[in-house]
């Protein structure tokens, strides 16, 4: 039986692949990408001039002259003004705005030390205005936003049409929170798991770059993991892969409480309250918010509290076995810890470490996470590009 093909799909695929090839070189000439994706010159045009056309391309400069001379090939790039992305990411105290441009280069941002844990209706209403603001800055409109994304705790479905909210989020409601981006933006509004979007961020910049299989564990106010393999985020049939926070033992098998709960900062600062001696009692004061308690416990751990250190350490024994398990699992070439509790990173890596060591066949590296809080937001940014380019060039659609 004779084989058919949809041309027009081969075009599409084409088109997304002259995309990530002009990324990954910076600039490149039409005869440079016939010859790296082994197409010929006719059909190489034709797809460049869709890409001219969108305004996603753009001609700028000439290129070397090839070995026996001729004329300077004029190159093609990426443009930067075509289309800009707003990424919003939260974390226990406040929420980092970015706007970047569709090459992966951040413009404008700014931090807002607000959550949607205090109160989620103006916690919207800020975002709102935050994403304006940021418009504003640079002088642009709404129809110059190619995507807004935002990370969120729980399991986002491929069509981002089903979001199961984390129990650790508080009163954050990602469902509703889309809807109100788009009513506000008529845009593309693109969401994924927290922990996922941070491996992306560690990968594209951070402690996992250079890396093809990586485990990044998140540890704080949530418990989560965000995987690589192969050079390609994995998230699982059903988009839940790494709910780790989930994780149970034949000893917890018949109790309501998830690991989450049981290791995440609400649990340490439970534990502090009830069961912390007095001289530790002193120093602290127990009236604030667990995110504001959060940070006068570290500075008591720094000085070496000795209950506190306790804690820790217990704390680090279970996420050294998580981790270890999950590396006999995935064979990784490296993991990363991050979340709230890198402030523990120099007593808890130690302790993972070891663990890895001594349970692991093939142990890899355990390092913090490179990337602050101000940079987890790439990671966003590239998954937003990512989806941007597919739906331009007809490969996805608009959720």
């Known amino acids: 039986m004779q084989k058919t093909y949809n041309t027009s799909h081969v075009r599409q695929i084409n088109q997304r692949a002259v995309l990530d090839s002009i990324l990954r070189n910076g600039s490149m000439s039409k005869a440079e990408l016939a010859r790296t994706l082994g197409l010929s010159k006719p059909a190489m045009a034709d797809n460049v001039q869709r890409l001219l056309d969108l305004g996603i391309v753009k001609e700028g400069g000439e290129g070397d002259c090839g070995p026996n001379g001729g004329r300077r090939p004029v190159m093609l790039m990426l443009n930067g003004e075509h289309k800009y992305i707003v990424t919003i990411d939260f974390f226990y105290t406040f929420t980092r705005f970015i706007l970047g441009n569709i090459k992966g280069e951040v413009v404008e941002e700014f931090s807002v030390n607000q959550t949607p844990a205090q109160s989620f209706e103006a916690w919207v209403n800020m975002s709102v205005n935050a994403v304006n603001t940021l418009l504003f800055s640079r002088g642009l409109q709404m129809e110059n936003l190619a995507a807004i994304g935002f990370s969120a705790p729980g399991v986002v479905s491929s069509d981002q049409r089903c979001i199961i909210p984390s129990a650790m989020g508080g009163n954050f409601d990602a469902g509703v929170f889309v809807e109100r981006l788009k009513e506000n933006f008529h845009c593309i509004v693109y969401t994924k798991n927290s922990a996922n979007v941070y491996v992306v961020a560690e990968v594209e910049a951070g402690a996992g770059k250079g890396f093809k299989n990586v485990l990044y564990i998140s540890c704080g106010e949530g418990i989560g993991a965000g995987i690589i393999l192969n050079g390609q985020l ?166």
């Open 234 to 399: 994995y998230e699982g049939s059903g988009m839940a892969a790494g709910e780790i926070g989930n994780f149970v033992t034949r000893n917890t098998l018949d109790e309501p409480n998830r690991l989450e709960q049981r290791i995440g900062v609400q649990a340490l600062m439970r534990l502090i309250r009830e069961q912390a001696p007095a001289q530790t009692l002193e120093k602290l004061d127990l009236q604030l918010s667990d995110e504001k308690l959060f940070l006068q416990v570290v500075n008591l751990w720094k000085e070496g509290d000795r209950f506190l250190k306790k804690c820790v350490e217990e704390i680090s024994l279970d996420i050294g076995c998580i981790v270890a398990d999950m590396n006999m699992l995935l064979n990784c070439d490296i993991i990363i810890l991050g979340g709230e509790y890198i402030a523990f990173s120099s007593q808890m890596i130690p302790v993972v470490q070891n663990i890895v060591n001594t349970r692991c066949y093939l142990p890899p590296k355990v390092v913090p996470a490179a990337l602050g809080k101000e940079r987890r937001g790439l990671g966003m940014l590239a998954l937003c590009r990512e989806f941007y380019f597919d739906t331009l060039c007809g490969l996805a659609s608009a959720p």
